[in-house]
């Protein structure tokens, strides 16, 4: 009988425990049920990693979600081969990183540049702001917020790009990959809408060529208005003048056959130039580039680089400029700004042109900078 007794307490416990678990378990959340000023309040709350985990879920979602505007900053979209150091060997970017606002761009990039002051690496400047994003969502996966998202062919970028394009608007997209890979499998791609708000394009290896019909058609698929980076070489040949009025130019080649000589740059109607290398540079080319610039030459140019400078070149550098002085804040503000990118100035030297612009010139951490 007690037996009997203590069997129906058990079943009769379990009842109740089965009937609260009933009562207290939650229907599930309908977000697309919700009226569009409480989707749109919902939406813009999330992080935006969650936001492109349900855009990617439906096409539905992804109507509604459009229908928001939540904006995205930058698509920065890479293919690129890198060799790690941590696996001892090449490694393939597949990517594209999401900078969901400008802040986040600058973010990466000042978090880069600390770490290369505390680290005492002085040639942090030497590389471009993508460079450093890029090292910044590879190696600060802990710190960094900003969504990464994997492909491998050609169609699955695209799937990507229609699943972003479908469900925010875009501001801005740049693309670092391989000039082998752009014109190869994946030149079928760059004809997706979102490739109209590419304005930078970084081409990267260091053994490809490019030709001048490459070249011809990057500057028919793309408004290289924030720049172009080369960092191949260039084939017997090739069309320079294709460079001339692109605002912006990198070049990270070390090999002599992809850079420029002085009398070329001078030819150059851009608004800022950078090279790891300069075919025929001296300290003697450069203080002719100097002179040609206080002749009132280049009326655009606002910052000239060359890295790996040789310090036997500084006194023929300066040989004769006139008007030079050292750096004076009264006239000049001690910090040059170029985008996300700072430089110090007040360890350079000032000149003056007859129209009374004035230009500074810097070297410091084996780089010269001509910042007007």
């Not at 129906?8 to 109740?16: C, D, E, G, P, V």
């Amino acid at each position: 009988m007690l037996l009997d007794y203590l069997l129906l307490l058990i079943i009769t416990a379990f009842l109740i425990i089965a009937v609260i678990k009933i009562k207290l378990k939650k229907k599930p959340f309908h977000l697309r049920k919700l009226p569009h000023v409480a989707f749109r309040n919902v939406l813009n709350s999330m992080d935006i990693n969650k936001v492109i985990d349900l855009s990617m879920k439906s096409t539905r979602f992804r109507r509604r979600l459009k229908q928001v505007n939540r904006k995205i900053f930058n698509l920065i979209i890479e293919r690129y081969e890198i060799y790690s150091s941590k696996l001892g060997e090449d490694s393939w970017y597949r990517r594209i990183i999401v900078m969901e606002t400008e802040r986040d761009m600058q973010f990466a990039y000042h978090f880069m540049m600390n770490k290369a002051r505390i680290e005492g690496y002085d040639w942090a400047t030497h590389e471009d702001i993508n460079d450093h994003i890029s090292f910044f969502c590879t190696e600060y996966k802990k710190v960094n917020k900003s969504p990464c998202l994997s492909y491998g062919t050609s169609q699955e970028l695209t799937k990507l790009l229609d699943i972003l394009n479908g469900s925010f608007l875009i501001d801005h997209v740049e693309l670092t990959m391989e000039r082998d890979e752009i014109f190869g499998e994946f030149k079928s791609a760059l004809s997706h809408p979102l490739f109209r708000k590419c304005h930078f394009v970084k081409l990267l290896g260091d053994d490809s060529y490019i030709s001048t019909e490459d070249m011809e058609f990057i500057l028919k698929n793309f408004d290289l208005k924030y720049g172009f980076s080369n960092n191949c070489l260039h084939r017997a040949g090739f069309n320079k003048k294709l460079w001339v009025n692109i605002p912006r130019l990198d070049f990270q080649n070390f090999f002599t056959d992809a850079s420029l000589t002085v009398d070329e740059l001078k030819m150059m109607n851009c608004e800022r130039i950078r090279f790891d290398y300069l075919y025929g540079s001296s300290g003697v080319q450069l203080n002719k580039y100097v002179r040609y610039w206080l002749a009132g030459n280049m009326s655009k140019l606002r910052r000239f680089q060359l890295n790996f400078w040789n310090d036997r070149w500084t006194d023929d550098l300066w040989n004769g400029l006139p008007h030079s002085s050292e750096w004076n804040p009264k006239r000049r503000a001690r910090f040059f700004y170029d985008d996300l990118e700072v430089v110090d100035c007040s360890k350079g030297r000032d000149i003056e042109r007859s129209d009374g612009l004035l230009a500074t010139v810097l070297i410091e951490s084996r780089t010269m900078y001509f910042l007007i």
